[in-house]
């Protein structure tokens, strides 16, 4: 089955500074790739996805890139601020239904 | 308002003893999802339902049970079988292929607020 990796483990960055989160796949067929981001006692909230025929999206301050021939894609948070820390949580999905999520990244933006 | 709720947020059980958490979504979703979450690592899934009184085993389903006689519902019961229930449990919903919604995205799936249920 499908297994996702992700690092860091737990990413410390200035405030206004940018944060990298990377994650690799193993199932080539994964073609759907989400990243949520869950704050402390909360459901996990979707941020963006990126499908496998994209290779970048960008939404205002947040991009996911992919790069489907090394099965791997990152997140990239720019111009940090104080209320995007929390845990990152990367995902893949051959299809519908079955998300394998990576074991999260905890941010932690300080001033 | 829509979206889906958890009830309750936190919930304690004695050794032995089952237990049902509440999952109700106002989505309109065919698909739901129930996830387990432990401290440190990512969600693992347990059981989803593709549409109503169907659903399958996820990649943990030993020592749990779901039902799906409703679309708004699908509550997971932890049962005494369960040999290290203490988590954070997460019910999700999406749109399923199986129902013929058009629009939206199949894949992308939606949170709830999460029970925390702890063994004493």
């Known amino acids: 089955g499908e297994n996702v990796e992700q690092h860091p483990s737990t990413l410390s960055v200035q405030e206004g500074d940018s944060a990298v989160i990377k994650c690799t796949y193993s199932?080539?067929?994964?073609?759907?790739f989400p990243w949520y981001k869950q704050e402390l006692g909360k459901g996990p909230q979707l941020i963006i996805d990126?499908?496998?025929?994209?290779g970048e999206k960008k939404d205002q301050r947040i991009a996911v890139t992919l790069n489907k021939t090394a099965k791997h894609f990152s997140l990239h948070i720019t111009e940090t601020q104080p209320e995007d820390s929390a845990v990152y949580f990367c995902?893949?999905?051959?299809?519908?239904?079955?998300?394998?999520f990576g074991a999260g990244t905890q941010v932690v933006v300080t001033p | 308002d829509g979206g889906i709720t958890q009830s309750p947020k936190y919930l304690f059980r004695k050794e032995g003893q089952n237990v049902t958490l509440s999952c109700e979504q106002n989505?309109?979703?065919?698909?739901m999802y129930w996830y387990r979450q432990d401290p440190g690592q990512g969600l693992r899934l347990i059981y989803y339902?593709?549409?109503?009184?169907?659903?399958q085993k996820g990649d943990i389903a030993e020592g749990y049970s779901v039902s799906r006689e409703k679309k708004e519902s699908f509550p997971l019961t932890v049962t005494s079988a369960q040999k290290n229930p203490t988590a954070f449990y997460l019910c999700?919903?999406?749109?399923?292929?199986?129902?013929?919604?058009?629009?939206?995205?199949?894949?992308?799936?939606?949170f709830g607020p999460g029970t925390r249920l702890t063994v004493l």
């Open positions: 999700a919903s999406s749109i399923s292929p199986l129902s013929g919604t058009s629009g939206g995205s199949t894949d992308t799936q939606y």
């Open positions: 199932d080539s067929a994964s073609n759907y």
């Open positions: 990126i499908r496998s025929n994209v």
């Open positions: 995902a893949a999905s051959r299809g519908w239904g079955k998300l394998q």
């Open positions: 989505l309109n979703h065919d698909a």
């Open positions: 339902s593709q549409i109503v009184n169907d659903f």
